[in-house]
């Protein structure tokens, strides 16, 4: 077990000065971008932020929410399983799907999730008119 912790340890190491490691940059720019564009949505429907919805559902509706963010990003995901796979064989000369699935995390649904609710979280406070704002601080100057 130690071996194989430390050979996976040594590889994922290995990535950051590897070939194509143009990917590092490349996927987590890409699930940004999704994630962007899905957290001004969330925001524009008043949907709570993403990860926080995803982990404590107000309408047992996780089911919904693992689709639809699967539907978002899933080819950001398949890509980057796909390039580490093109990686491996490339360099290793074996294929760890293991690690795929761990760079594939890191690359690309680590910053989506993220991401998303961050930005529904600034997109919802910058919606909030001025007036609505004004009105809760003033106390009936009469």
Same mark, same amino acid.
């Given at each position: 077990?130690?071996? *194989?912790?430390?050979?996976?340890?040594?590889?994922?190491?290995? =990535?950051?000065?590897?070939?194509?490691?143009? =990917?590092?940059?490349?996927?987590?720019?890409?699930?940004?971008?999704?994630?962007?564009? &899905?957290?001004?949505?969330?925001?524009?429907?008043?949907?709570?932020?993403?990860?926080? $919805?995803?982990?404590?559902?107000?309408?047992?509706?996780? &089911?919904?929410? +693992?689709?639809?963010?699967?539907?978002?990003?899933? =080819?950001?995901?398949?890509? $980057?399983?796909?390039?580490?796979?093109?990686?491996?064989?490339? !360099?290793?000369?074996?294929?760890?799907? +293991?690690?795929?699935?761990?760079? $594939?995390?890191?690359?690309?649904?680590?910053?989506?999730?993220?991401?998303? +609710?961050? !930005?529904?979280?600034?997109?919802?406070?910058?919606?909030?008119?001025? *007036?609505?704002?004004?009105?809760?601080?003033?106390?009936?100057? *009469?």
């Amino acid at each position: 077990m130690d071996d *194989t912790l430390s050979r996976i340890g040594s590889q994922l190491i290995e =990535r950051v000065s590897g070939p194509m490691k143009f =990917r590092l940059v490349l996927q987590p720019c890409m699930a940004a971008f999704f994630a962007i564009r &899905a957290g001004l949505i969330d925001a524009k429907l008043g949907n709570r932020p993403y990860f926080w $919805a995803l982990l404590f559902p107000k309408r047992r509706d996780r &089911a919904t929410l +693992g689709k639809d963010g699967w539907k978002s990003i899933y =080819r950001v995901v398949i890509l $980057a399983v796909v390039l580490d796979v093109i990686y491996q064989i490339k !360099v290793i000369h074996f294929v760890y799907i +293991g690690e795929a699935i761990i760079v $594939a995390f890191v690359l690309a649904l680590l910053p989506y999730l993220i991401l998303r +609710g961050l !930005v529904t979280r600034l997109a919802s406070k910058k919606k909030k008119s001025p *007036t609505q704002a004004a009105g809760t601080e003033v106390y009936g100057d *009469t």
